[in-house]
């Protein structure tokens, strides 16, 4: 009941955006939310579900950038083809790093992943035939003619925002579907005791792999979104920093919720706007909020919250939750 | 070819520096300190204010340095770790970042981004001939000298006092050490205190000898992993070997091979190691059987 009622302020408040906002900066700071929004839920599945900390998100979501701007700009493939091919190129790079590192544990698979992020930036800034380095590659097109579909078209910041916001609900509703699936039952039980999941016959190597590969394919495709959105792809969009941003979104929202990982995009995209002036006081926020949150409340903000709604609410706390 | 080979030395110098204080609080606390990045940075502004603000000689201002970052050390590990003691790896790791990240943009803010360089006394500004073969800046040639002294310091301090013999008890089953009354909460601030110090000691020469900046630390502490983990994590002997490793290797595919995609190699061999070989070259147990003994 009172999700039902969420679900429905909620979506309705997404919906309603871009007829209040039209072409203007709050439709830009939404698409770019919900970018991020796909890209937290997606490392969400890794961190929260499948026990994988893993600072290399960006990486995968500048290859998806990087995949779907170079097919559209050198091989003139339209961006519904680049949209669906820029996460299978993410995935099948996925599969190569993915299998090796999980032979690593605890500290030294997160260092793999921060190493990886390295090379990766390293590889977006300085392979110019390919990346434009430093330069970036710019004139990314907006979306063309839907196929099948004439008169559909999303090349208009408004018309752009529902076809990321179809997509980034798509992706919470995989999120969701997953965590209730076999798969991410499997995911669960390894995270919290491998040895015991083990002994009861699990094998987790396929899982996990699986869960890399899509969470992986997902930043792919929202790096795909972001560099048409933008008509522009550039290192800097793909850094170190920006796993980290997205790491501690997943942290602040609250790992291993479905709704934590957007909800604590939104929570930094408010902190960004309000300290846009000055970057240095923002990133050291950010640093202190890291250490206060893995120290004080590592379940992250959400849950509480809820808790609390729950208990300012009791009467309608007794409806299905969840 | 002689001279590529010196200037990996000198690299590796600084790199085995960093590369000791993670590895002495990695191997002691098991904590992943990347926060060190941050206690360099800051390292080289203190030796930085003390020459140009204090006028102190060369020499005091490092060691007041290492002095005023081991006070830091010990408020980083009072403020952020002492509470995640027994947490997992990963939350330290978070909490280490986030250190990270807090100490390079304080840095920012209070100091500002432009590059730096230590003012160092005309006498280093010379070059130093080794019989017509190599030529080395004074200064590259005081780097070795310095880590060299630190190096010696650290291993007599961990070697003989009393609280280095508590500080191996703790490394070798904290546990154990505790039941026998080992105070671990001195134990830890001291830890700390003393990578803190060396991490300190490795931003005031490199800040010397070279320049420095707010955000040369990420980096920096980054490469200093790759060395510790070539060396086996919570191995001295093998971070210094790994440093000066990893030195040569960088100058020789720096000089020979491509600068452009330098630090892939690095971190290409990185990625090899964690993978073929997680207990590193010199490690004495696989931290995979580690980590399940420690369930």
């Known amino acids: 009941m009172r999700r039902a009622l969420g679900v429905v302020l909620g979506g309705g408040a997404a919906v309603a955006l871009p007829l209040v906002a039209g072409d203007g900066y709050l439709t830009h700071l939404a698409i770019s939310v919900l970018v991020f929004s796909m890209l937290a839920s997606s490392l969400n599945l890794l961190m929260g579900y499948a026990g994988l900390v893993s600072i290399a998100h960006a990486a995968f979501f500048g290859i998806g950038g990087y995949a779907s701007a170079i097919l559209a700009l050198k091989h003139g493939v339209p961006f519904w083809g680049a949209l669906a091919l820029a996460p299978l190129v993410t995935a099948v790079v996925a599969l190569g790093i993915g299998l090796p590192s999980f032979r690593t544990r605890g500290i030294y698979y997160i260092i793999v992943t921060v190493a990886f992020q390295l090379i990766a930036s390293e590889v977006f800034d300085n392979w110019y035939a390919m990346t434009g380095g430093g330069l970036g590659l710019r004139g990314v097109p907006r979306p063309g003619p839907v196929p099948f579909l004439p008169g559909v078209r999303f090349d208009t910041a408004p018309a752009y925002y529902y076809l990321v916001l179809v997509i980034a609900a798509s992706v919470q509703a995989l999120m969701a579907a997953i965590v209730r699936s076999p798969l991410g039952r499997t995911l669960m039980a390894v995270r919290d005791n491998e040895t015991k999941a083990l002994m009861l016959g699990l094998k987790p190597l396929g899982p996990k792999t699986l869960a890399f590969v899509v969470a992986s394919a997902i930043a792919g495709l929202a790096g795909s979104l972001y560099v048409h959105y933008l008509q522009y792809a550039n290192p800097e969009f793909f850094t170190f920093a920006v796993s980290v941003d997205v790491f501690l979104a997943v942290i602040l929202g609250g790992v291993g919720t479905v709704w934590g990982p957007p909800f604590g995009v939104l929570v930094l995209e408010v902190v960004r706007e309000v300290l846009h002036e000055t970057v240095a006081l923002r990133l050291l926020l950010f640093g202190v909020l890291l250490v206060v949150l893995i120290v004080f409340l590592p379940q992250g903000v959400l849950p509480p919250l809820a808790r609390l709604a729950r208990r300012l609410l009791p009467a309608r706390a007794s409806a299905a939750r969840r | ?295």
């Open chain 2, 1 to 295: 070819m002689i001279q590529v080979l010196a200037n990996g030395v000198i690299n590796g110098a600084i790199l085995a520096l960093m590369a000791i204080s993670l590895t002495i609080i990695f191997g002691i606390l098991r904590v992943p300190h990347f926060g060190l990045g941050g206690v360099f940075v800051w390292g080289a502004f203190a030796a930085y204010f003390a020459v140009t603000r204090a006028g102190l000689p060369l020499f005091p201002a490092i060691l007041l340095a290492a002095a005023a970052m081991a006070v830091l050390g010990v408020v980083v590990e009072k403020v952020a770790f002492r509470r995640l003691r027994g947490a997992s790896e990963e939350a330290m790791f978070v909490a280490a970042i986030g250190v990270l990240i807090v100490l390079e943009n304080g840095a920012l803010l209070l100091w500002g981004s432009e590059t730096r360089s230590i003012p160092v006394p005309e006498t280093l500004q010379s070059v130093v001939s080794f019989g017509k073969l190599l030529y080395l800046p004074a200064m590259r040639v005081l780097i070795f000298v310095v880590a060299t002294v630190a190096f010696g310091t650290l291993y007599v301090f961990v070697r003989w006092t009393r609280i280095g013999k508590a500080m191996r008890a703790v490394a070798q089953d904290p546990v154990a050490a505790r039941l026998l009354g080992v105070p671990i909460d001195r134990v830890a601030s001291a830890t700390f205190a003393l990578g803190s110090a060396m991490a300190g000691i490795a931003g005031a020469i490199v800040g010397a000898a070279f320049t420095f900046n707010f955000e040369m630390g990420g980096l920096s502490v980054l490469k200093a992993f790759v060395v510790v983990v070539l060396g086996g994590l919570g191995s001295v002997a093998g971070a210094i070997v790994g440093g000066f490793a990893l030195g040569v290797v960088d100058s020789v595919t720096l000089t020979y091979v491509t600068s452009q995609f330098k630090q892939l190699v690095a971190f290409g061999v990185l990625i090899l190691v964690l993978v073929l070989r997680p207990s590193g070259l010199f490690g004495e147990r696989s931290p995979r059987a580690d980590l399940q003994g420690r369930g």
